[in-house]
């Protein structure tokens, strides 16, 4: 499973691509307010151009996911081929980021803008990186239309699963991906919890052999993390902490004290040996270069 890093914040991105493990970036509006934010209140000023442009290259021709703002077809098209033409050629790793629907209610006649601004700029060779994915007859349209990718929000469909059955909870609580039980298995629509939507996206994805990979979002702890990639989620995007929580076990942090408190002395002095061994050719090198 690949994994991306669900951030805007440049610091971030440049501390998790030196861990050399990050397949790529996601932002969203959001995001990128939070970063902006981060940086007005310490006082600096933005260029946006230039701060999107060095995201772009940090991530060193990993995909990058830009999100349009515009919510009607003609201006997600017109913005959607612009946010490409201008930042594409920097790195050639842009995708564009389309919801599924950018309705605001029922009754709003947004509803197929979404997707068919997704068929136009697939058509066009445009990568599409679809999100705000919560069913997967969504997932289906979208794969369909031709998106790249398709992003289902697990935490937030768990979150919709507890706020209706007033169950309360912490936002980095881990919501079991089998259900929560209240009488009967709670659920949304058919989706009992967010790594039962991915699930069920890949399901359908698979089934009819379509090129879309998931990627699932909303990912809020290191175990929904391993749950996607058991689930066989082509990507993951992660926010920075929940990277780091990955790697995180109190038996590994035990297991490190003993190791290093039982290095005999024999085994040091090798050690040591290895690390004057080092210094002695690094000198006679340096010497050598300096004439
Ligand atoms: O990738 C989508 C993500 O940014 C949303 O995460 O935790 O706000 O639901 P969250």
């Known amino acids: 499973m690949k994994i991306f890093l669900d951030s805007a914040d440049i610091d971030e991105i440049k501390e998790a691509y030196s861990y050399g493990i990050i397949d790529g970036i996601t932002t969203n509006p959001s995001l990128i307010k939070k970063a902006v934010d981060t940086r007005i209140t310490k006082g600096e000023k933005i260029d946006m151009k230039k701060y999107i442009t060095e995201i772009l290259k940090v991530a060193k021709g990993t995909p990058v996911s830009l999100e349009v703002t515009e919510t009607t077809y003609d201006r997600m098209i017109h913005q959607g081929r612009k946010l490409y033409k201008t930042f594409n050629p920097i790195a050639k790793n842009v995708v564009i980021k389309i919801p599924i629907n950018t309705a605001f209610t029922d009754s709003d006649d947004r509803q197929m803008d979404g997707i068919r601004t997704i068929a136009t700029l697939s058509k066009e060779k445009i990568p599409i990186n679809c999100t705000l994915i919560f069913t997967p007859e969504q997932a289906l349209l979208a794969a369909k239309a031709g998106a790249k990718y398709v992003s289902p929000f697990a935490g937030r469909i768990d979150d919709e699963i507890r706020d209706l059955n007033r169950i309360k909870y912490e936002k980095h609580d881990y919501f079991p991906l089998e259900g929560l039980e209240k009488g009967k298995v709670l659920e949304d629509n058919g989706v009992v919890s967010g790594i039962d939507l991915i699930e069920q996206c890949i399901d359908i994805i698979d089934m009819y052999e379509l090129e879309t990979e998931v990627l699932g979002a909303s990912i809020r702890n290191a175990r929904q993390t391993r749950e996607c990639a058991l689930a066989g989620a082509d990507i993951a995007t ?54």
Not at 260 to 284: A, P, Q, R, S, W
Request: proline content about 2%; cysteine-free.
């Open 238 to 291: 992660l926010p920075l902490n929940v990277i780091q929580d990955l790697l995180k076990h109190h038996k590994t942090y035990e297991g490190m004290q003993k190791f290093t408190k039982d290095i005999v002395i024999e085994y040091m002095h090798l050690m040591n040996g290895f690390k004057k061994e080092n210094t002695k050719k690094n000198t006679k090198r340096n010497k050598f270069k300096k004439k």
